[in-house]
Nanobody
Framework: QVQLVESGGGLVQAGGSLRLSCAAS????????MGWFRQAPGKEREFVAA????????YYVASVQGRFTISRDNAKNTVYLQMNSLKPEDTAVYYC?????????????????WGQGTQVTVSS
């Protein structure tokens, strides 16, 4: 059983930055890709960013490209999401998830374990 614990969310003004962390346990961390998703009130969960097992490849939704950076530290079993130039439309609960063995990087169905989420609120 994989456990994922997100942290780092909070309230920030537009233009500010936050760094989310997701600590994983229960499976060899370096054996699977990781992703970040978000869900705003009344909206479906959407893909934000993903990273492969080694960290050599990353993937982003267009709306965060150039502002967000996903990274991982396999020695610490942790994946990060650095969020810069935050906008009010980035407000959501952010979830990290483990990619299933052959799952899509971009779709929620490609992930098998999820964290509980951390709230990010960006004020205008």
């Amino acid at each position: 059983q994989v456990q994922l614990v997100e942290s780092g969310g909070g309230l920030v003004q537009a233009g500010g930055s936050l760094r989310l962390s997701c600590a994983a346990s229960g499976r060899t961390f370096s054996s699977y890709g990781m992703g970040w998703f978000r869900q705003a009130p009344g909206k479906e969960r959407e893909f934000v960013a993903a990273i492969n097992r080694s960290g050599s490849s990353t993937y982003y939704v267009a709306s965060v490209q150039g502002r967000f950076t996903i990274s991982r530290d396999n020695a610490k079993n942790t994946v990060y999401l650095q969020m810069n130039s935050l906008k009010p439309e980035d407000t959501a609960v952010y979830y990290c998830a483990t990619r299933a063995s052959s799952g899509s990087y971009y779709a929620a169905y490609g992930y098998d374990y999820w964290g509980q989420g951390t709230q990010v609120t960006v004020s205008s």
